[in-house]
């Protein structure tokens, strides 16, 4: 029931968001998401050993976010190299505690990629301009298939899941959940090709809600194998019924790239 009442709450907010004729309402938003799920990483990676530095993490976390909203993430490369050098010089303030200077530097620069750097291509699918509305209909079809995969996927594994997906990684989670959360996700990508999106191709609209839904999934097997071996249940408990950011962003954030690629590379979408 908490997973439901947060889902009314949270999903009109995000999809007014999504079409209001200004972008900056979902940038600020998803910023704040991003930033508090790379809060979570980093006490993830305190409670594995490796402390981070997170005040470098996080302005390098906000800048690569803010330059997506404002250019694309064309700068990322750039801005991922100088969080590197700082990293570097950060470790000499920690002298004292040398044995763990290799896995605070990596963690810091983990939680910049896998977090804000990985989350910033769904800030800069929500800034592109033509044709009209293609950034909203792109999100909301992201947010289809993201939702219809883990709904189906839950349901289908409560209902049939005998044979276990990956146990030592996350125990709950079935083969049969699995399938049914690729059905999921591919009826959502078809759903909303047929309710918003007429101009995505049939093809297309199956190949992403399968493609995404897989990634997804993996996405999400990934974030418990980082739970699991910092001993954490949740990388939060914000949102009830589904934990931290962390836990919501994690099939989202191996698929944003996809996302952002598809709608510049394939469909043609521009700033």
Do not use: C
Not at 43 to 56: N, T
Not at 89 to 112: H, N
Not at 258 to 267: E, N, T
Request: no cysteine; aromatic share 10%; charged share 10%.
């Amino acid at each position: 029931m908490k997973r439901v009442l947060t889902a009314l709450v949270a999903l009109p907010l995000l999809l007014f968001a999504t079409w209001w004729s200004s972008p900056y309402l979902f940038v600020a938003i998803a910023a704040l998401a991003l930033l508090a799920a790379l809060h979570e990483f980093y006490f993830i990676a305190d409670r594995a050993g490796a402390p981070p530095f997170r005040i470098v993490g996080f302005v390098a976390g906000a800048v690569i976010i803010g330059i997506a909203a404002g250019v694309g993430p064309q700068w990322n490369a750039l801005v991922l190299a100088a969080t590197t050098v700082v990293v570097m010089v950060s470790t000499l303030g920690r002298v004292e505690d040398k044995s763990r200077i290799l896995v605070s530097a990596a963690a810091t620069m983990l939680g910049v990629l896998y977090v804000a750097t990985l989350g910033s291509y769904l800030v800069a699918v929500r800034t592109l301009a033509s044709p009209p509305q293609i950034a909203a209909k792109l999100i909301t079809m992201f947010f289809a298939i993201v939702m219809m995969s883990d709904t189906a996927a839950y349901y289908t594994g409560r209902t049939f899941g005998r044979h276990k997906l990956a146990p030592r990684v996350s125990p709950g989670k079935t083969i049969e959940g699995s399938i049914g959360g690729l059905v999921g996700s591919t009826l959502g990508a078809v759903a909303a090709k047929y309710i918003f999106f007429p101009e995505l191709p049939l093809g297309h609209a199956l190949a992403l809600g399968a493609g995404m839904g897989l990634v997804g999934q993996v996405g999400d097997l990934v974030e418990s194998l980082l739970k699991r071996g910092s001993d954490v249940k949740d990388a939060a408990s914000i949102l009830p019924g589904h934990g931290g950011f962390l836990d919501r962003l994690d099939s989202m954030l191996l698929n944003a790239p996809i996302l952002y690629a598809y709608a510049v590379y394939v469909f043609g979408a521009k700033s």
